[in-house]
């Protein structure tokens, strides 16, 4: 173990000092921090030289902080001491810790200012799951894009470009440097309950199309990436959050599918990968055993066979398929062993300060060599210092406050995140010819749905609609369908929206009801399409793939003529429609 002689700690901690007197009174930008500085070629080295084993053992964690069930807005005593004394290489954000750019900004200059007058003196990776659509952690102030599936919709990858490139240049300008996305899972099940609209698609190039445009949007931004999740969790019927799913194909399957978006990835360069909480018995047959924990997944396929030499981050080493089988410290040794560089442990203190500390007594007890450890940091190191070139975290680690709050939510960022929604819109179905809706015609419209019902129906009062808004459950009870069925007779249309509607038959409960009134339906799926085969009865259906304020205006635009509807289906309805399905119609109401 390397550790500090007595002269350079004293000397340290002086210049530790000096820095944090100097962060409260110099204009960041003019600021250098480091030693030795980081426009050396060898910076890397010469600080992985001057780590003790703690700080290395620190730099491999990505870590989160919470306070009970309250908002954590502000750095607490638990991210303070994992900063402080556990010396942790980054932060995961969550909805507890962000409320909008002003606040997000001010979060994060604190943390990088913690990390900077703290041993070993380098900056945070700050990282978020920002994926758009479904799964956004940032929703106030910000432009949200929809999700992977509807820029697979488009077809085209300069508009996913785009919603990478913003998202990404938005995020830096709060001081988010990393994005834990996208996510290049090939979705190919129908029944699988955590990916779905989190794919770009079925397609494997398709996918890989996109994704690459993605990436190259991100690098324009400015924030580092994590792709996943190796080597894939589009084919699975289990959520790994609550237990260890299983991909039972063979290795050549592997390679025509799941592998082909990762091996893109990898020939540009991506910046990190991180592994799946899943069992592939084609690669590594012993049972029940996650790729997250696997030399055969992690080094002998990523590493060895696909040629990767960047950075492997772990999903979340607190999720069900880790904590109920293995716990989050052995698991951590495990992980370390098969080839991961960072552990991400997101939430509990206990669960991190064990992780921690296992690795080191690991390495202490000559389990895990100090060499094996040095080979993680430094990866981790030559990410922080050598991507992104001028705007490398090393170089950039502190936001400007005014930057961030400008700059984020734009009104021209919010016209592309339109612009991508409007794109995605897919007419699957108007088998009755309901469209588009006239409000001369169809003036009081029943408008109901389990997301944002508001939203929609201030989109359609905006075009001249009188709209009786109704938000409704997943899974709505037999009384709320009679009532809803009861306003459908006396309205003129009905638009409703749907969620997982194959996961909740009361939906196609619902649907069925208000389609025997005679009163004209029109149906919004505003998560997979896959919706479709549970309420076979609709006969106007549409699928905008998000549920966000964007998609649902353009949902409305649609089905009022207003915008040409011309979204392709990235994924085949089984039994119903192809991959590639989608009806073209041009602008009926200009």
């Not at 445009?213 to 924030?223: F, I, P, R, S």
């Not at 991400?344 to 060499?371: F, P, Y």
């Not at 709320?480 to 007779?489: G, N, Y």
């Amino acid at each position: 173990m390397k550790g500090y002689s007595i002269g350079r700690g004293i000397i340290f901690c002086l210049m530790s000092f000096i820095l944090f007197m100097i962060q409260s009174t110099t204009p960041v930008s003019s600021i250098s921090w480091f030693q030795p500085d980081p426009r050396e070629k060898d910076w890397v080295d010469q600080t992985l030289s001057r780590m003790t084993l703690a700080e290395k053992v620190g730099q491999m964690f990505i870590v989160g902080f919470q306070n009970g069930n309250q908002p954590a807005l502000e750095a607490n005593d638990q991210i303070k001491r994992l900063i402080r004394e556990e010396h942790a290489g980054g932060v995961i954000l969550f909805d507890r810790n962000l409320e909008g750019p002003r606040q997000v900004t001010g979060l994060t200059r604190d943390l990088q200012q913690l990390a900077l007058s703290s041993s070993p003196g380098i900056p945070l990776f700050i990282s978020v799951d920002q994926e758009g659509g479904k799964v956004v952690r940032l929703r106030e102030g910000v432009t949200v894009f929809p999700g992977n599936m509807a820029l697979g919709a488009t077809n085209d990858p300069s508009l996913s470009q785009v919603a990478g490139h913003i998202t990404g240049k938005e995020l830096r300008a709060l001081g988010i440097n990393m994005n834990m996305a996208p996510s290049l899972d090939v979705n190919n099940n129908a029944k699988n309950p955590i990916i779905g609209v989190r794919s770009f698609g079925q397609n494997p190039q398709k996918t890989a199309e996109m994704a690459i445009a993605h990436l190259q949007g991100y690098q324009k931004g400015e924030v580092l990436t994590v792709v996943k999740h190796f080597p894939g969790h589009g084919d699975t019927t289990l959520d790994s959050h609550i237990d260890v799913p299983t991909v039972p194909h063979e290795m050549t399957r592997l390679e025509q599918v799941e592998l082909v978006p990762f091996k893109k990835a990898i020939a540009m360069g991506v910046d990190a990968v991180m592994s799946a909480h899943i069992t592939f018995p084609a690669i590594d047959d012993r049972k029940g055993l996650p790729g997250t924990l696997s030399p055969k997944v992690l080094t002998g396929l990523l590493r060895e066979r696909l040629g990767y030499d960047g950075v492997i981050m772990t999903d979340d080493m607190e999720m069900g398929a880790i904590v109920e089988n293995f716990g989050s410290d052995e698991a951590t040794l495990q992980a370390v062993k098969a080839g991961a560089d960072i552990i991400l442990v997101a939430h509990d203190w206990t669960r991190q300060k064990k992780s921690i500390e296992a690795l080191k007594q690991a390495v202490q007890k000559g389990e895990i060599s100090e060499k094996r450890i040095d080979q993680s940091v430094r990866r981790i190191l030559k990410l922080k210092a050598e991507r992104l070139g001028e705007q490398a975290i090393i170089r950039q680690p502190i936001p400007d406050l005014k930057r961030g709050v400008q700059e984020a939510g734009s009104p021209q960022n919010r016209k592309q995140a339109q612009k991508v929604a409007d794109h995605a819109v897919t007419l699957v179905r108007d088998n009755a010819q309901r469209l588009p809706l006239n409000p001369e015609v169809s003036r009081r419209v029943l408008t109901i749905s389990p997301v944002n019902a508001t939203v929609m129906g201030d989109a359609l009062k905006k075009r001249g609609f009188q709209p009786i808004t109704r938000s409704i459950e997943t899974k709505p009870e037999a009384s709320v369908i009679a009532s809803l069925t009861q306003e459908a007779a006396d309205a003129d249309a009905v638009v409703i929206g749907t969620s997982q509607a194959q996961l909740h038959e009361e939906q196609a409960h619902l649907i069925n009801s208000l389609e025997a009134t005679g009163t004209p339906v029109i149906v919004l799926g505003l998560d997979t399409p896959y919706d479709l085969t549970a309420i076979p009865g609709a006969k106007t259906y549409l699928a905008l793939y998000s549920s966000n304020t964007v998609a649902l205006e353009a949902g409305v635009k649609a089905i009022t003529g207003r915008i040409p509807i011309r979204g392709k289906l990235p994924v085949e309805i089984p039994g119903m429609y192809p991959l590639g399905h989608g009806m073209d119609v041009p602008v009926q109401n200009p």
